[in-house]
């Protein structure tokens, strides 16, 4: 069993940054790849970003392309999402996955990860 725990989120304005973290146990981190996905009130659970194994591929949301940042430490056994320019749009509930395999970059739905974090929340004001 795979164990996620999210850190990083707060508030912040406008225009601020914020770099989450999620730090994993119970597997070999390697063989995971890992994604972010957001929930924000009253919304569906919508995909965010994913890493693949090595680390080398990513893949983002239209909606946080050239803005957010994820990249991982296999050796920390820990994911990152650096979140730059922030939106209040951008409010949320953020959570870690995990997927067991090896992908060269990972999957973008929900329904797809096998272990979820417990989400950290990230608000920002306008």
């Known amino acids: 069993q795979v164990q996620l725990i999210e850190s990083g989120g707060g508030l912040v304005q406008a225009g601020g940054s914020l770099r989450l973290s999620c730090a994993a146990s119970g597997r070999t981190f390697s063989s995971l790849a890992m994604g972010w996905f957001r929930q924000a009130a009253g919304k569906e659970r919508e995909f965010v970003a994913v890493i693949g194994n090595g680390g080398a591929r990513t893949n983002y949301a239209d909606s946080v392309k050239g803005r957010f940042t994820i990249s991982r430490d296999n050796a920390k056994n820990t994911v990152y999402l650096q979140m730059n320019s922030l939106k209040p749009e951008d409010t949320a509930v953020y959570y870690c996955?995990?997927?067991?395999?090896?992908?060269?970059?990972?999957?973008?739905?929900?329904?797809?990860?096998?272990?979820w974090g417990k989400g950290t929340l990230v608000t920002v004001s306008s």
């Open positions: 996955a995990a997927k067991d395999g090896i992908f060269y970059i990972g999957p973008t739905r929900p329904d797809q990860y096998d272990y």
